[in-house]
């Protein structure tokens, strides 16, 4: 199914989709974010310079800055955003985007956790099915392919707008993501002909603001990071190329990518400074979590942008949520202040998150679920936070996976994930893995097939404070082509005939092949340990196959018949299809 | 109108899966549950002087006495109440339900000192409760309630949830000879031409002490039940052969190799000289009895397998044997005998017994701790119920899969 990305800018709504489901965005379009009144009344989605009392120049500041309606307009903040979706979507259906009404949303470096709820609920009230939220930074990475599996890098994501520049420096360790530092500056106050120097020297600042990694990679975002000039003057300050592909788009085709992702974790590791208003401490996402509908007051966990200078994009002081224990759950059905709830869409913030309990390992392709742990503890509700596990290790054990790994005395559950296979066609899924059932099933196996696997695993352990550590990942490279043969005797004792066949898993070439007859009891290891009796001219062999190839097997006694490959350029793995039907009698 | 028991279990005679001892049918006894009969009697209970004697047991129980064991309910003389406690008319123990009326397999376990026999058996029984009972669609159950809270309290609790590897286990000598086998009722259904039938096993697990192989004296000691058993699973450690003992992954544990350790060859040649005195086997002849030659720890040299062998491989699925894996796994045995230098373990097999096969093994997937407990990273048997299934299907407890074989 068609999922929309949509990034709602400060003057500009964008959506992206794909033509084909699952596959990369490729068609986009953006309309103002603006709200427009024509001399009746009537609401149009406009250009910010409507010089109507009542105009909206951009609808995101309105929840950006607390989701007070603009005075004077008949619309709430909640419905002006809605409108632009609305305007936003219905084009991009007459564009051919199909009857789509699943979306996934980027949050701006500025939404904090009432904001994410509102734009949500606005793109909800325009018949929309948010299938999830990310933060802009991490679409732009999305975007780029700045994660996957084995990318162990420090990025910088420098997202230029016309009015303003939002620079976040990721620290990006396989599918965990931690938000390292934000900023907004503003930079419009700045000539054009000084902006690059201005952007580069922010982006510096900003790079060396996280003084415990360098930054590796610079993503550029925004319509205004299309300039060269901005993209060298970064190269001149900090040394690192800065990539730009498609910046206007990137959050927009970022969040389409997201839909498809899978698992990424996020975690907020900026510091807790004193001007943070809503301090989230990590954040679990799951794109696969999004079908049923949230609640109305079912805002989005995410880490409010603090270090913002700009003034317009502030808005009052709330109070920070208590740091004691959660209430009981009837104290917070109706708590003081609305509480933001963590939304079905998303896996909830850990610390409140409790262990699936499961008879048995699943391998079904679904998110993490949300149960209640029946046994975990008799006195209440227990807290569970995920963790690396010490000594991953996996072996291949023909076409399965097997892991291992040490369990921590606490840990009643784990989470594996899994990439079986590379590029587009590589599958991807999760399981949860009770300890009983690793007990008792001996590790964790899955069916892989004859494909290179990448795994993680976090165990969930009693506890509310996340881990500063990605989960534990192993690689698991592709076998060695391989070809099985297989013999088989025919004829009587007068005469017989030896006919090997030989099955390639791939396309590859054949080496020359040396049959080897060894006497005795024992199957022989090497070819020493016989005498050459035939050999088998090399070729190109086509997957699954067979060529055969057959001799005069004539006055040999009891003993077995084995091929060695002679050495070639490219080798193979040669193995029987069965042992001791290499025996002969 | 007590049922009889099916006729054509008369003549053939049993074996206690207690004390392995042989008896005719009809010689099975019975004990008084100690219940006040419908006449109002009662007999009184105490200690059985039998049972004492053979098992150390000194629980109060009621009188046992002699009737048609062909039966499966009997009149108690003393009390006339009717009493269903069928009982071996030598060790006195409670016999299985059933008992008589079903397969009854006796298999014995011996090996080498150290070679991981408790350990071996508990992770077996573990899989064939959680794991092979689902691929097989059968179930396991102790067959008593000793033998339920045995296995659960002194080898299942202690190894999979204390993490404890156990202690050695008495041997012969020490326990006075008096030696506890586990018994399980293995139930599966079995196809038959129209439609499929339940079918019940007695499976009897004797778990010798290494010591009592270590001269042909103890191992006399254990001859009743190894010449009584209708399969032997034979652990070798190779890690007490030279030739592999060297090429053990670093930091494995290595068996003791001194005074009270003898070697596999040793060991193997007086379980064979033990069976060979037995009435039962021919002087002129194999032994009849299939004999599973296990290999246990074989994680600890699977860098020395080459990435094709079957060792290397995925256990085989499906609910009957495999025997072209497991004549695949026999070969690469073999191989790795001679590897070992051990050719001589083969040679003594091969001309002695008429039924065997090489197996490997890796009970626990792992190294113990050196403070002797499970493996930090859990148990991960690899193949522990190859052996088994194998002494199932040829003593025709299950069926064979012989699709991978040659013909």
């Known amino acids: ?585 | 109108m007590p049922k009889a028991l099916n006729p054509r279990f008369g003549s053939r005679p049993l074996t206690c899966p207690y004390c392995y001892e042989r008896f005719p049918v009809r010689a099975i006894s019975f004990r008084c549950n100690g219940r006040m009969s419908r006449t109002g009697n009662q007999c009184a209970l105490r200690v059985d002087p039998v049972r004492e004697a053979r098992m150390d047991d000194r629980r109060q129980l009621g009188p046992v006495f002699a009737a048609d064991g062909r039966k499966k309910t009997a009149q108690c003389p003393g009390c006339a109440g009717e009493t269903r406690y069928r009982v071996c008319p030598v060790c006195h123990s409670k016999l299985p339900t059933d008992f008589g009326l079903v397969n009854d397999l006796l298999i014995a376990m011996v090996g080498s000192k150290e070679s991981g026999k408790t350990v071996y058996m508990t992770v077996l029984v573990h899989e064939i409760m959680h794991r092979m009972g689902a691929q097989l669609d059968a179930a396991i159950m102790a067959a008593d309630d000793d033998t339920s809270s045995r296995y659960s309290s002194a080898y299942e609790k202690l190894l999979y949830t204390d993490r404890q590897m156990p202690a050695s286990t008495d041997s012969a000598e020490v326990s006075g000879n008096r030696v506890a086998p586990l018994v399980f009722r293995f139930s599966m259904n079995r196809p038959r031409l129209l439609g499929s039938a339940p079918m019940h096993t007695v499976l009897s697990f004797f778990d010798a002490a290494g010591e009592d192989l270590n001269s042909q004296d103890s191992v006399d000691l254990n001859g009743r039940y190894l010449g009584n058993a209708d399969g032997i699973i034979v652990l070798l450690d190779p890690l007490q052969l030279s030739g592999a003992r060297r090429d053990a992954t670093p930091g494995s544990p290595l068996p003791g190799s001194g005074p009270g350790h003898d070697t596999p060859e040793n060991v193997l040649v007086r379980i064979t000289d033990l069976l060979r005195a037995s009435p039962r086997v021919s002087s002129r002849r194999s032994i009849d009895t299939p004999l599973a030659v296990v290999f246990p720890k074989i994680d600890t040299l699977a860098h020395t397998i080459g990435a094709g062998s079957p060792l290397m491989a995925a256990q085989p699925g499906g609910s009957r044997f495999d025997v072209g894996d497991s004549l695949d796994v026999h070969v690469e045995m073999m191989r790795l005998l001679k590897q070992w230098s051990a050719e001589q373990i083969d040679q003594i097999v091969a001309k002695n017994y008429s039924r065997h096969r090489f197996f490997g093994v890796s009970a626990l997937g792992g190294n113990p701790t050196s403070d002797m407990r499970a493996p930090v990273d859990g148990i991960r048997p690899y193949r522990v119920t190859d052996p088994f299934l194998w002494l199932l299907s040829e003593l025709g407890a299950i069926g064979k899969d012989s699709s991978g074989q040659r013909s």
């Not at chain 1, 009537?42 to 250009?47: D, H, K, L, M």
């Not at chain 1, 006694?557 to 050495?567: D, N, R, S």
Request: aromatic share 4%; net charge neutral.
């Open chain 1, 1 to 585: 199914m068609t999922v929309y990305g949509i990034d709602l800018g400060l003057t500009s709504g964008r959506i992206a989709w794909s033509a084909v489901p699952g596959a990369p965005a490729d068609r986009a379009l953006v309309v103002p974010a603006g709200l427009a009144f024509a001399p009746d009344g009537a609401v149009r989605v406009g250009a910010a310079d409507d010089q109507h009392p009542r105009a909206v120049p951009g609808v995101r500041a309105l929840l950006a800055q607390g989701g007070a309606p603009r005075p004077g307009s008949p619309l709430s903040a909640e419905a002006s955003v809605g409108t632009v979706l609305a305007e936003l979507t219905e084009r991009a259906r007459a564009e051919g985007g199909g009857t789509a009404v699943e979306a996934v949303l980027a949050v701006p470096g500025d939404f904090d956790v009432a904001a994410t709820a509102a734009l949500r609920r606005a793109a909800e009230s325009v018949g929309l099915t948010v299938r999830g939220t990310v933060p802009a930074a991490l679409a732009v990475c999305l975007h780029y392919g700045a994660v996957d599996w084995g990318v162990d890098r420090n990025i910088l994501v420098c997202d230029l707008g016309a009015t303003r520049l939002e620079l976040t420096v990721l620290a990006v360790r396989s599918l965990s993501v931690e938000i390292l530092h934000s900023a907004i500056s503003r930079i419009d106050d700045v000539e054009a002909a000084d902006r690059a120097a201005r952007v580069a020297g922010l982006v510096a600042e900003a790079a060396r603001s996280v003084a415990t990694v360098d930054v590796e990679d610079v993503l550029l975002a925004g319509a205004a990071a299309a300039d060269a000039a901005v993209s060298r003057a970064i190269v001149e300050a900090i040394g690192v190329a800065a990539r730009c592909t498609e910046p206007d788009f990137a959050v927009a085709k970022g969040c389409v990518r997201f839909a498809d992702f899978g698992y990424v974790r996020v975690k907020d590791g900026r510091g807790e400074g004193p001007e943070r208003r809503t301090p989230r401490s990590t954040v679990a996402r799951h794109a696969f979590q999004a079908a049923s509908t949230p609640p109305d007051d079912d805002p989005e966990p995410r880490a409010r942008v603090v270090d913002d200078p700009d003034p317009r994009v502030r808005r009052p002081e709330r109070p920070a949520p208590a740091p004691t224990p959660p209430a009981p759950a009837e104290e917070r059905q109706v708590p003081p202040v609305r509480e933001p709830r963590p939304s079905p869409s998303v896996v909830p913030p850990i610390p409140a998150m409790r262990p699936p309990m499961r008879s048995a390992v699943d391998a079904k392709v679904q998110p993490p679920p949300i149960v209640e742990g029946p046994d975990i503890a008799a006195d209440g509700p227990t807290a569970y936070a995920p963790r690396p596990v010490v000594g991953l290790a996996v072996i291949r054990r023909t076409g399965s996976a097997v892991l291992s790994w040490q369990w921590p005395p606490d840990g009643p559950e784990a989470r594996v994930h899994w990439r079986i296979g590379t590029g587009s066609n590589a599958e991807t899924g999760t399981a949860s893995v009770s300890r009983h059932a690793y007990d008792n099933q001996g590790g964790f196996s899955l069916e892989i097939g004859p494909r290179p696997a990448e795994f993680t695993v976090e165990v969930l352990v009693p506890g509310s404070a996340p881990s500063a550590q990605p989960p534990s990942s192993a690689v698991l490279p592709a076998p060695p082509t391989a070809v099985r043969y297989d013999l088989t005797l025919v004829g009587g004792r007068r005469k017989r005939m030896a006919r090997f066949s030989f099955t390639g898993d791939v396309d590859c070439i054949l080496p020359d092949i040396v049959v080897v007859y060894a006497s005795g009891r024992y199957l022989p290891s090497a070819r020493h340990e016989g005498r050459e009796i035939h050999r088998v001219p090399g070729g190109p062999l086509q997957r699954n196959q067979p060529f055969e190839t057959e001799f005069s097997f004539v006055g040999f006694g009891p003993g077995w018949l084995v091929c060695f490959p002679e050495e070639s350029a490219v080798p193979i793995a040669l193995h029987p299809v069965s042992l001791h039907r290499l025996r002969v009698v």
